[in-house]
């Protein structure tokens, strides 16, 4: 088993920065790749951002592109989202994913490749 436990959000003005951590603890050594939706109320979970251990690569929303960046620790098993520039439209709950065991064809804005889920940590963006 894997848990995954978020922390860093907050309520922050337009403009500002926030930097969101995942640290994943448990069965982690296979882990192929590991990063971050969230979800606006009333708004289905949309993809941000997710950093795969399998050459190094980095997936970004649109939306987040030039804004946010994906980085991880491997020392503490734990992945990191800078956020600069937030925007109101960036309130949301973010949720920390992992998906474990290589795949041939990643997409990693598919929520049903990730096998593990965090708790989700409220980032609030005030105008």
């Known amino acids: 088993q894997v848990q995954l436990v978020e922390s860093g959000g907050g309520l922050v003005q337009a403009g500002g920065s926030l930097r969101l951590s995942c640290a994943a603890s448990?069965?982690?050594?296979?882990?192929?790749?590991m990063g971050w939706f969230r979800q606006a109320p009333g708004k289905e979970r949309e993809f941000v951002a997710t950093?795969?251990?399998?050459?190094?690569?980095?997936y970004y929303a649109d939306s987040v592109k030039g804004r946010f960046t994906i980085s991880r620790d491997n020392a503490k098993n734990t992945v990191y989202l800078q956020m600069n520039s937030l925007k109101p439209e960036d309130t949301a709950v973010y949720y920390c994913?992992?998906?474990?065991?290589?795949?041939?064809?990643?997409?990693?804005?598919?929520?049903?490749?990730?096998?593990?889920w965090g708790q989700g940590t409220q980032v609030t963006v005030s105008s």
């Open positions: 994913a992992l998906k474990l065991n290589t795949i041939v064809v990643f997409t990693p804005w598919k929520e049903a490749l990730y096998d593990y």
């Open positions: 950093f795969s251990w399998s050459g190094g690569n980095t």
């Open positions: 448990g069965r982690t050594f296979s882990s192929y790749a």
